[in-house]
């Protein structure tokens, strides 16, 4: 059998991709569905490190949030990444993975705070590291969360799971002859105006020379495509 591309890897879930069809919250069809394609590459041995978003509960910068001290809007979203990670942890043990879940901010009675040695010893144990509560500041985002993660435990690469499958050269749903980049690198996307991911997040990765893949969690199989290093979503590359 041919051997995964990546051997840690740091996977990006937004909030949003936990809500399936719903307008709202956590589906759970759609949650199992997803862990099951976590528990896949999992099992490959592969490291995995997840840092879930917290849209499909609360923003900081969502309507609901409007006229609101920003940082305390920013703390409420924070606080519904961890919701998300507790319900993705749950239902990883409901499919035999371990998973531990590490704070960013100190909730210690709910889940263990982040240390970033004892996240690595983890990894090495096999077990998948679910990061809540972002980078713990206000004023970022998760994706920044990613790509902070992603560089502190040296993943090779960020996967950026999105409900498009890659990055194209125009809105597939508004463009007919869009098409998608197999890769691109940093500078290119910056240039073409591509909007991979936050622009802070975009600049760390780029910076610490971290590669960031787009690609479709909606697809069945797509992330295990991804680890394998085949052609699927689009690549960022230095
Ligand atoms: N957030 C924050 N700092 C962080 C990460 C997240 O303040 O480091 C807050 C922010 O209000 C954000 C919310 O948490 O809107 C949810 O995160 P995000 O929007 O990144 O989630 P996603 O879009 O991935 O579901």
New binding site residues.
Partial sequence: MTKPAYQRVLL??????LMGDDPFGINRATIERMVADVAEVSKLGVELAV????????????PG?QGMD??T?????????VM?ALALADAMRQQGITARVMS?IGIEQVVEPYVRPKALQYLEEGKVVVFA?????????????AA?RGSEISAEIVLKATKVDGVYTADPKKDPHATRYEQISFDEAIAKHLQVM?ATAFALCRDQKLPIKVFSIVKPGALKRVIMGEDEGTLVHV
Avoid: C, H, Q, W
């Fill in positions: 990006k879930l937004s909030g949003e991709a840092v879930i978003g917290g849209g499909n509960i609360f923003r900081g910068v969502a949030a920003r940082a809007a920013d703390y409420m979203g924070m606080l519904a990444t998300n960013a509560a972002g980078t713990g500041n206000p004023f970022f985002t998760t994706d920044t969360a902070l936050d």
